[in-house]
């Protein structure tokens, strides 16, 4: 028997979880460094002309597809498909893709569990910058914290989610939220006041188009358009499961617009705290992934009561990674329950376990595997991390934007432009402008198809 759809206890909610699936790791562990490797202020201006011509349009027919057929990626498709046509098949990569996330997601949010509690037990206090490294490389050559710290965040999302969409995603995204919203603020004005923090800030704000050109055009297209897509989490039906739960009183396109907006307030503001910091302590801000385990520490042991400030940015840290795994967990979850009417609880006892055995590889992929698995091809000392986030974010996401683009402006082989539109201008709010669909059907998936294919031969060559 088909579950009841459920739905969300206020418009706040709404706009607060979607946020929060946008806001995670790609804001706050991914922002920071990818700016700092490809020229600060100036790839912030591209990142932000890709977010309004891709990321509202793109975000906005997710929602909209959800809405309308009141299903997840797994069934919106086959839902709302001409007879005959075979979009559904999309549904299959889109539900894959959130588990794909989630194997290298759930790892990146454990090790924030355990360097709060390291932060917290004073482990850097004293250590020089080598010393500091060291000890991130001995925690992630160690598989025992490593699968264990995962797989507490793991359980953790599940059983937030197997309380319900109101009684436990929502109200915990919530919290989670706006305790996030309340700690950044804090540490942006502790940042910025660093001494010798200006020169950082003037790298960040000012831009600086030589440094740009230095890191390649192409490669900071490629990485723009892959962090647009990355932290609103578009292209694989993360967002259309909010829409799937979200009445007709209020215009999609405006509530995009206030998610969106709140994603880069906080990415941002997340740069405000490390580019900063890192210039005043005289750390480099484009090292890559390790950046803010491997040198915020440095930072925090320079800092009048950095113990305390550490500890508060890593409980913030958690927020963000929780809000999205919780969000996404929420999707998958909805999978079984839309395709075989399953139970929300036994949804999340057979994910809980499914998710952990597909992190396994990631979480091992530092030690274990390390030295088995080769993965030159794709780049210098890159790890199945790595090889994860490029599935996700520079195939997968583009690609399933192209697929909801032509969705939702094919007439005759998909759901239609006319449909879509009047899906989206529902209720009150920010209107999306009708004429807008001669860019969205012939301009919009032809960009992005040039950007993808252009993006993997730069990477590759």
């Known amino acids: 028997m088909q579950n009841e759809r459920e739905s969300f206890g206020s418009r706040l909610g709404f706009i ?10 790609g804001n706050v562990w991914r922002f920071p460094y990818i700016v700092g490797q490809y020229g600060g202020a100036a790839f912030i201006l591209i990142y932000l002309l890709f977010l309004i011509v891709f990321g509202l349009p793109i975000m906005t027919m997710e929602f909209s597809v959800g809405r309308a057929s009141r ?12 007879k005959g046509t075979k979009w559904h098949l999309w549904g299959y990569v889109g539900a894959i893709g959130n588990y794909l996330l ?3 997601y759930t790892t990146i949010t454990g090790w924030m569990f355990a360097y709060f509690i390291k932060m917290a037990k004073g482990d850097f206090v004293g250590l020089n ?8 490389n001995a925690f992630t050559g160690n598989p025992y914290p490593v699968v264990g710290f995962m797989i507490l965040a793991v359980v953790l999302g599940f059983f937030i989610c197997s309380k319900g969409l109101k009684n436990g995603v ?12 309340a700690i950044i603020a804090v540490l942006a004005v502790r940042a910025i006041t660093l001494p ?4 950082g800030l003037k790298y960040y704000l000012v831009p600086d188009f030589n440094r740009m050109m230095e890191a390649g055009i192409g490669e900071v297209l490629f990485a723009a358009l892959g962090q647009a897509f990355f932290t609103l989490s578009i292209g694989m039906g993360s967002m259309a499961i909010f829409g799937s739960y979200i009445p007709k009183e209020r215009r999609l396109f405006g509530e995009t617009i206030s998610i969106a907006a709140l994603d880069t307030f906080v990415a941002f503001v997340a740069g405000l705290i490390i580019i900063p910091s890192c210039f005043a302590f005289n750390l480099e801000p484009g090292q890559g992934p390790g950046l803010i385990f491997t040198t915020l520490p440095n930072l925090f042991n320079a800092m009048p009561g950095g113990r305390i400030w550490g ?7 958690i927020f963000a990674a929780m809000s999205t795994v919780t969000a996404v967990f929420e999707n998958i979850i909805s999978f079984g329950m839309d395709l075989w009417g399953w139970s929300r609880k036994k949804a999340c006892l057979i994910n809980t376990f499914l998710v952990i055995v597909l992190s396994l590889p990631c979480a091992l992929g530092f030690n274990v595997l390390a030295p088995i698995v080769d993965l030159s091809w794709l780049g210098k000392d890159k790890v199945i991390l790595d090889l994860e986030d490029f599935i996700i974010s520079n195939n997968i996401l583009p690609l399933g934007s192209i697929v909801y683009v032509l969705f939702c402006t094919m007439k005759k082989f998909g759901w239609g432009w006319d449909n879509f539109i009047e899906e989206a201008n529902a209720g009150k709010g920010a209107r999306l402008p009708y004429k807008l669909k001669f860019y969205a059907k012939y301009i919009l998936p032809i960009i992005l198809l040039v950007l993808w294919i252009y993006g993997l031969i730069t990477i590759f060559m």
């Open 16 to 25: 607060l979880i979607s946020a929060g699936c946008a806001i995670g790791l």
């Open 170 to 181: 929502e109200k915990v995204n919530k919290v989670m939220m706006l305790a996030l919203l």
């Open 196 to 199: 010798g923090a200006s020169e």
């Open 102 to 104: 989630m194997m290298f």
């Open 71 to 82: 299903k997840s990626i797994a069934g919106s498709f086959k839902e709302l498909q001409p």
């Open 311 to 317: 500890t508060l940015f890593f409980v913030f840290m």
């Open 129 to 136: 910058q080598e010393q500091v490294i060291n000890e991130f």
